[in-house]
């Protein structure tokens, strides 16, 4: 019994925060939206903490839930994120009228998100990835007034309800395969058969969809520019990272044994979408279609880092996830903070920002100089990282193409950053007011970009929790 | 001595200057910060000699190292050799004097000091590392602040070349990045653990295949910093677009982290590779020499003149490192350091004069010496070390260089030489036109006839810089016994790898 409640505790803090709010919910009419905030922000703060204290390793339910130091910390990564985007999208919340409903929504689907991270089974993991997909195309429909956000609602719904399919497919072929579905099991009978690898390009594309690779990717660019601000960073950040975290451990461990099928769909996959994020991102107008095919292109790069298929390329992918939600969050933290208070979301809005607004300008600058990998911030060596566990394979082609596609990205990163500072506009943005808690958040994402690259211990943990491909 | 010293201080002013007030304060910072960077970068060659004096022959001084990613053999590890000590006086040489031109900055004053600091610091930290990785993070530093500079403070088309530069030099760095990924997996230390460690690398071999793929990655990835032909063009647009300061750190300080590079990492870990394309290296430089001296003749902008002029002359450095002997080598970090001084000389002058008559073109100055006798004279001298006079820097420079390059008895290495020697005749021309023209002709426009000549401040800067070239030109040899055991740790590299 000890151990139910040590192994399940993300997930079991996570049900009690549900219930909180929904006991919130009953009582709401006599308290506003600012002091509720205020709770429910405390609340996740004691989340955050608490995901750190007592960590068990072991086994649940017949080895359907697994629980160990590497998924905790992927966890708490997750955690931290939705920390940070709950305070960030305070402005915009303060007068919605759905607040509770929104946390609601939105803790059910990271609770969906750490089922489907511990999940020892592909049913377990199924059923994750629903719990997480469904109340995140309600969420995107949650600026209820905006019409192109109930689009990218649909959009998602559908799309989300295509990939499961396919998953699905690829979950039976694989019971037909093998008889059985949990990963332990699974390892051991998986070899190599051309309807094996069919069975791999289905479970992949499932993934694929998820962390919108391409030519999955269709769904992202509009979902992301239809949803709030909110949502938006929540599906690149949180969303994204979580698929990924589940990807690299079951392809390490369930697919090992088809190491040498899976690279080359793997190189592939990852040289299309680092490309096309790229090419599709150079000519965006809007900046939260900018930020989708920008974050298209980082799977890219991540997914060079999981050819690596080795111990430094997992321990680089949970790595860079980690540091590109800090920077991807302080990103989209001054966009959804210039979104809620100006409704401005157009590259061309923030002509001379720099003017009116130079601390959100350098947030917004560090944080692209963060997703772009230029040092002094931490994505400098979450992405170097990357191509160097990608380079332990010897394939330097892939390398080369990957190292030149981060100066394509950085083309664009640095379009934003000469908008704001070198471009002279009549009518700048405002200068913003910047409540305490946007404050907080961008705080966290500036300490986190600068701090995770310098501190090599944090590094050196993850590295140690880490595996490879035997 | 702690060489962490000459990354902390500059980042330690950097950070200092973001929380000044107003220019006065903000330069009176960076001032005093560049003057203790500069006092720094004299006391490390003061120790250095002593060192060496003591008897110390060890390839590195200096040396410090603490592990910071160890899954990946990732160290901070620095020391530095002749050849980085005289880079590092050059690099707080050039600060100082562009800290002193820049000292009217009144827009946005704590962003410029910070940016022009913080790049020095990725410099000075390029300069000591002695880790592949920590290297590579130390050169890109001092890449993306440019992109500030020029795009914010600049003039012209500064936003096209401000990211023409910044997309350049980034391309060169992810070819870098590859070449270095290339010599790291390649280093088995036999535990199959790989190392980023540069001295341990070089004691290593790697097979002369992996030489063949990773040698042109990495030569051409610095190349591009260094102005390769024809990866050169970056360096005129961004020259005549960047602020006074910007250019001098541009031509004095980046482009010799190329040189640097190409002879350090390039060349010194891959010198099988090294010899067998030298020649290829040897045209591109021979090229860029010639070209970048003839296309200076057809300049009319004092800035574009200089900045082509750096193309021609970078290539002598890219010619010293491709004859591969040993006078040649050290020829080419004289002529790093040389045309560093001289080049920023030569920007200063040209700001200084921009300020005051807001033209640079040549054909709208004249007689500049009778309003500004001092910045005249500054013109004059960084012209006159420019196309090589005896008793500046410029001409010790060069001659090392050549006579590296006639050590080889072969045909085509004369040939190079001889076309090298030639641009400098070229040289003479354009720089001779320019002066007589600006500075000595008679006075075109009136409205300059009431110009003050030089403040206090750019008064400094100049002497600074006059102050270097002056010393290498008049007395060469303390320079040339600096860098000559490290180009002889290189070539010996080259000569036991060798055929």
Redesign the interface.
């Known amino acids: 019994m000890n151990d139910f409640f040590s192994l399940m505790k993300h997930e079991l803090i996570l049900t009690i925060l549900l219930v909180v709010v929904l006991i919130l919910k009953l009582g709401k009419e006599t308290t506003g939206n600012s002091s509720l905030l205020r709770v429910i922000n405390l609340l996740l703060v004691l989340n955050v903490v608490a995901g750190f204290l007592a960590n068990g390793t072991g086994e649940l339910f017949n080895g359907m839930f697994r629980m160990n130091a590497t998924l905790a910390l992927e966890k708490n990564i997750l955690n931290i994120g939705v920390l940070i985007i709950s305070l960030q999208a305070n402005a915009w919340l303060k007068t919605h009228q759905h607040l509770l409903e929104f946390y609601m929504l939105l803790l059910s689907t990271l609770l969906g998100m750490f089922f489907m991270i511990s999940s020892g089974n592909l049913l377990m993991f199924y059923l994750g990835l629903e719990l997480s997909t469904i109340p995140l195309a309600a969420l995107a429909n949650f600026d209820l007034e905006k019409r192109k956000s109930s689009e990218a609602a649909m959009k998602m719904i559908m799309s989300s309800a295509f990939s499961s399919g396919i998953l699905l497919f690829g979950i039976s072929l694989v019971y037909g395969l093998t008889g059985s579905l949990g990963f332990a099991e699974l390892s051991q009978h998986l070899a190599n058969s051309p309807l094996m690898t069919f069975v791999f390009i289905l479970l992949f594309s499932g993934f694929a969809f998820k962390m919108s690779a391409v030519p999955f990717h269709l769904w992202t660019a509009d979902v992301y520019e239809g949803s709030p601000v909110a949502v938006t960073s929540y599906l690149s950040v949180i969303s994204k990272g979580a698929i990924l975290f589940v990807f690299v451990s079951v392809l390490f461990s369930v697919f090992a044994s088809m190491a040498t099928a899976w690279y080359p769909i793997l190189c592939v996959t990852a040289v299309i979408t680092m490309i096309v994020g790229n090419l599709f991102a150079l000519r965006q107008d809007n900046l939260k279609r900018f930020l989708a095919f920008s974050s298209i292109a980082q799977v890219g790069f991540i997914l060079v880092g999981i050819s690596g298929s080795s111990?430094?390329a997992m321990?680089s992918v949970i790595y860079f996830v980690l540091i590109y939600v800090f920077s991807n969050l302080g990103a989209f933290g001054v966009i959804s903070l210039v979104s809620a208070l100006t409704g401005k979301e157009r590259l061309e809005d923030y002509k001379g920002f720099y003017k009116t607004n130079p601390l959100l300008s350098w947030v917004l600058t560090i944080s692209l100089?963060s997703l772009a990998g230029?040092?002094?911030t931490a994505g400098?060596?979450g992405k170097?990282?990357l191509?160097?566990a990608g380079?332990?394979k010897?394939n330097?082609i892939l390398?080369?193409v990957a190292?030149?596609n981060?100066?394509i990205s950085?083309?664009y990163y640095?379009?934003v950053?000469?908008v704001m500072?070198?471009?002279k506009n009549d009518a700048p943005i405002e200068k913003l007011p910047v409540s305490v808690s946007a404050k907080i958040a961008l705080l966290l994402c500036m300490a986190g970009v600068v701090l995770a690259g310098f501190v090599?211990e944090l590094?050196?943990y993850i590295?140690s929790i880490s595996f490879g491909v035997i | 001595m702690n060489l962490s010293l000459l990354v902390l201080f500059p980042v330690l002013t950097a950070l200092a200057i973001l929380f000044c007030k107003g220019l006065r304060q903000v330069r009176a910072i960076a001032l005093a910060g560049s003057a203790i960077q500069l006092l720094l970068a004299v006391v490390l060659l003061y120790f250095y000699w002593a060192e060496r004096a003591a008897g110390n022959m060890s390839q590195m001084l200096f040396q410090f190292r603490h592990?910071?990613?160890?899954?990946?053999g990732?160290e901070y590890y620095i020391g530095v050799d002749g050849i980085s000590v005289s880079m590092i006086l050059l690099t707080a040489f050039v600060v100082m004097a562009g800290i002193l031109v820049s000292w009217k900055m009144e827009t946005l004053s704590n962003e410029f000091f910070f940016l022009l600091v913080f790049l020095s610091a990725g410099a000075y930290g390029f300069f000591i590392s002695l880790d592949l990785?920590t290297m590579?993070?130390?050169l890109?530093?001092a890449?993306?602040p440019k992109?500030?500079l020029i795009?914010?403070w600049g003039s012209g088309r500064?936003?096209y070349s401000?990211?023409k530069l910044?997309?350049m030099l980034?391309?060169g760095s992810?070819?870098i990045?590859?070449g270095v990924?290339?010599v790291?997996?390649n280093s088995n230390m036999g535990d199959g653990s790989h190392t980023f460690d540069l001295l341990r690398l070089s004691e290593l071999q790697i097979p002369i295949e992996s030489q063949r793929?990773f040698f042109p990655?990495a030569f051409l990835g610095f190349g591009i910093f260094g102005a390769l032909f024809p990866f050169h063009t970056w360096v005129p647009d961004g020259h005549s677009s960047a602020p006074t300061a910007a250019s001098m750190f541009l031509a004095g300080i980046s482009m010799k982290l190329g040189g640097y590079g190409c002879l350090r990492v390039a060349t010194y870990l891959m010198p099988q590779a090294a010899q067998e394309y030298s020649t290829i290296i040897i045209v591109l430089a021979s090229i860029a020499i010639l070209y970048g001296a003839f296309a200076t003749m057809m300049q009319t902008d004092l800035k574009y003149i200089n900045a082509y002029s750096s193309v021609s002359h970078c290539g002598f450095v890219l010619l010293g490192i491709g004859m591969l002997t040993k006078t040649a080598i050290a020829g080419a970090v004289m002529q790093m350091v040389s045309h560093g001084l001289m080049t920023a000389l030569f920007f200063a002058a040209i700001g200084m004069i921009y300020d005051r008559t807001h033209t640079r073109l040549v054909s709208q100055l004249g007689g500049l010496l009778k309003m500004m006798p001092f910045i005249g004279t500054v013109f004059f001298i960084a012209g006159l070390c420019s196309l090589g006079l005896p008793g500046f820097s410029g001409f010790v420079a060069e001659m090392t260089v050549f006579m590296g390059s006639w050590q080889h008895p072969e045909q085509f290495y004369r040939i190079a030489t001889i076309v090298a020697c030639a641009s400098i005749v070229v040289t003479a021309v354009y720089i001779l036109r320019a002066t007589g023209k600006a500075i000595m002709g008679p006075v075109v426009d009136d409205k300059h006839l009431h110009l003050p000549d030089a403040s206090w401040n750019e008064k400094m800067a100049a002497v600074i810089l006059i102050t270097g070239i002056v010393a290498i030109g008049v007395a060469p040899f303390w320079l040339n016994d600096l860098v000559t055991p490290g180009a002889e740790a290189i070539m010996n590299k080259v000569l036991t790898a060798g055929y």
């Open positions: 111990q430094p321990a100089f230029i040092p002094p400098f060596f170097l990282f191509l160097t380079a332990g010897g330097y390398i080369t190292a030149l981060m100066v950085l083309y640095l379009r950053v000469k500072f070198m471009e090599s590094y050196q590295y | 592990s910071w990613f160890a899954p990946l990732i990785f590579f993070f130390f890109e530093v890449v993306i992109f500030l795009g914010i500064k936003e401000a990211m910044a997309l980034m391309g992810a070819l990045f590859v990924l290339g790291y997996f793929l990655l």
